[in-house]
């Protein structure tokens, strides 16, 4: 199973123009690929993203978090979403790869 191409510019949109808030991911009907199925524009929330998750089903999810301390810092979260599904456990890895993500255990 692949990552469609549009998930990676949808990606770079949210990272360097901030032009979305968060992302959230599917694996097609055909369990092709993974594909984009939702983004969140900048002015949403955490709150508005947890509820876009669907309640009984599997997603992966990119969230940009937005401090405003000193200064104003981003930090991009990778999070899976997951109701125990096989098909998205095995393909965590990849799309994890695809986006160059580091795990949070690993900080």
Sequence with gaps: ??????CK????ELQR???HRYMIFEID?????????????PAESYDDFTSALPEN???YAIFDFVTSENC?????FFIAWLVFSFSYMIHLHTLRKKFYVVNAADI
């Design 1 to 6: 199973m692949g990552v469609a191409d549009h």
């Design 9 to 12: 510019g949808t990606f770079l």
């Design 17 to 19: 123009k901030k032009a």
């Design 29 to 41: 009907k055909k369990k092709t690929q993974v594909v984009v199925e939702k983004t969140g524009n």
């Design 57 to 59: 089903d599997c997603r």
């Design 72 to 76: 104003q810092k981003s930090k991009i």
